[in-house]
């Protein structure tokens, strides 16, 4: 298949809520989540060629074309003629309000995987400290019980989340893996995780991270 695949361009590449997601979705790397991980990193700063798709994929174009193909026809990347509007470095002064459009009552946090928690919005600094901390002891429960979710349950997924009778989430945990640095992100009540703003919560630790 991949003599029949070329680019169409120049265009910049950009990734989707949902492409975004699976990027930081997993400490499994595969050919898709590394492309992805370029894509969000750099992919805002020049128009996609097959001589940088090559070197972004162990200059392998064949492999490439057919990785960018699989992702393309998932959703989770497409090409825009203008690149995405330049994102401010300062990451910190960013995250209080990317995290408040994360969630529908504007509550959410993002925390390391050892349970101390880098921004917040809407939840007071005391509960942002302990829910950090949570959501620190959910990554380890996690790590514990990885093969029993994946392996013998076909659960592939793994984010947490505190219910109400009515099996809405009131709480979420979503772990996010950006190279060699693991995070949570907490939202309360409904998360809003495809939109834009996700989006650019990733690319942001992504090119600070990855």
Not at 27 to 42: F, G, K, M, P
Not at 133 to 153: E, F, Q, T, V
Request: proline share 5%; aromatic share 8%; with cysteine.
């Amino acid at each position: 298949m991949s003599s029949t695949l070329s680019l169409k361009g120049p265009l910049y590449p950009i990734t989707s809520p949902a492409g975004a997601y699976y990027a930081v979705s997993s400490r499994e790397q595969d050919a898709a989540r590394s492309l992805l991980t370029q894509i969000l990193r750099l992919g805002h700063t020049v128009p996609l060629t097959e001589e940088l798709l090559a070197e972004w994929c162990d200059n392998d174009l064949d492999k490439a074309l057919e990785t960018l193909y699989r992702l393309q026809r998932l959703d989770f990347v497409h090409g825009t003629a203008e690149p995405r509007p330049a994102l401010s470095a300062n990451l910190e002064t960013q995250l209080p309000a990317l995290l408040a459009e994360l969630s529908e009552n504007g509550r959410a946090l993002l925390a390391d995987d050892n349970g101390l928690y880098y921004a917040t919005a809407g939840f007071h600094h005391e509960s942002a400290e302990e829910i950090a901390a949570l959501a620190g002891d959910i990554m380890s429960l996690n790590r514990r019980h990885a093969l029993l979710l994946k392996n013998n349950l076909n659960i592939s997924s793994s984010s947490w989340a505190v219910c109400n009778p009515a099996g809405t989430s009131e709480l979420g945990f979503y772990p996010l893996h950006v190279g060699q640095q693991s995070f949570v992100l907490v939202i309360g009540g409904t998360p809003r995780l495809q939109e834009p703003h996700f989006v650019t919560l990733v690319e942001l630790l992504s090119r600070r991270y990855a």
